[in-house]
Each structure stands twice: as structure tokens, then as C-alpha cells.
């Protein structure tokens, strides 16, 4: 179980969003959150006319280009940057045909989550050794099952991880798509948060419970913006640090699932208490 005393001296280190899914988002100051998750984060997502799932980075050989696109949110208004450098704004009405043009696929940006919405999962450990073009098999999820509302989080309203288990395995927060990254002190071990596990987290005016330690992807593996790949960021936890999480048996894990009791805001250097 974490120490006390270290678990006193945690701090929120960064905050991030991702307006739309599986693009790069932007790091803030503060962050209210409730039930939902983030304000603005992840509350927009492309999905596939064909398919009708939603597109997910998790499969690559589709997707993996919406990681060079960056969303950023401004007073109820998303606009995406694109790979070349233009923007376009989310409700421009030419927005589907930019985006289809951009991913190759027939795509709609939506704001709603669909009943049912689902994305596809290919088995990571088999990209990883395969190749991300490779056609490997996989799960389809349905998303969000524990968000209420809208938004297109992949299970819980939001996701939080430690400058311990970061350093450790030696990669940049940003790959894992965290909303709150919290600065833990000298000493204190990686992977900690599967002992949070049940346990609740007062955040600024915001207090949370951890749900579950976060099964990893393939999507820490790929370039995001100008980050080449890094194939540790899923390696590294696979060897290291394995659960089952839901039922289908031991996934490589890395920060855990929070569902907010009591919404608020947080801002970044708020102190993090663990009540375990």
C-alpha cells in the first residue's frame, strides 16, 4: 500500500483535455470536473460511416493519423489544427469533407454520443509484433460504460497517472492521454495506483474514486505530433505490470480510472490526498 507520508506530498502536476477523441488535445491550468469527466474533454469523435464505429486510434491502421491533428476548446468552441498546419473549426459546416479528405474514410464529426457507441481494439501485444498495418484481431468495446452523458471517454470519466510510473518507463505524459498527471515525491514506486484501487482522491474542490488500474493500448506506441513511436510505453508496463482489469484476462496497465463524487475545479499544483 502507498506510504502516508508520501501520499501527503502529492501534487497535481499537469491537467490535459482532448476535445475530440483520439486527436492531441492541450494542458491547462484548472479543470472543473464532474460525473461527466472534464470540461471539454472528449466531447466530440469522428465516426465512421461505414463501420459506425467510433474512430479510435486503438486501431492504427485506420486511425493512427489523427494523432498528428490537435483540438483545442475556447469558450464552448473546438477548433482542429491539421497535420499542414490549417485549422478548421468544429462546427464548420464543411468539417466532415476536411476530416473524411484528411483520414481517408467517410467520417461525421458528432457532439452526441450514440446509444451503443463502439470502437474497435485490436490486441496490442499482436500490433506490437505484427505491425501496425497488419489486420489483427481484436474486441469491439462499447465505450463509456461507466461516463454518464455524452462524451466519448473509452470507459471512465476520467484517467490519472503518476510522474513515478512515467519516469519509470521512461515516456512523456502526453502518450497516455491522462487528465491529471499527478507529481509524486522522490522514492515513491511506479505503478502505485493499482493500490488506489477503491480508494478516493480530494483533488482542489473535487473528490474521486478510483475505479480500476487502466489497461493499456497501442496507442502510447505511436507518433503523436512530432513524438516518434515508443514502443516501451506498452512493452515496458506488459512485462512489468499486468492485471485484469475486466474480465479478459492480464492486460498491461499503466494510471488508473477515476469517477468523480463531488464535482469542482482543479487547478495544477492543488495537493492530491490519498484516503485509502
Known sequence: MVDDAAAAKMLVDSLLRYPVKS??????????????????????????????????????????????????????RVNIALP???RVAADDPGVDEVLSRLTGRTVRLVRQRPDGATLERPDPDQLLELGLDADVSGRILEIAQATPGDSFTDEAPLHAITTATLEHIGVEALRYRPNLVIATPPGHPPYAENDWVGAELAVGEARMRVLTATSRCVVPTLEHGVLPRAPQALRTPAAENRWDTGGHGPQACAGAYLAVMTPGVIRVGDAVTLDV
Open 23 to 76: 486527436m492531441l488535445g492541450e494542458a491547462v491550468g484548472r479543470l472543473f470536473v464532474d460525473e461527466g469527466g472534464a470540461e471539454a474533454d472528449r466531447r466530440l469523435a469522428l465516426v465512421d460511416a461505414v463501420t459506425g464505429h467510433v474512430a479510435s486510434a486503438k486501431q492504427a491502421r485506420l486511425w493512427r493519423g489523427l494523432l498528428k491533428c490537435t483540438a483545442h476548446a475556447d469558450g464552448g
Open 84 to 86: 499542414d498546419g490549417t
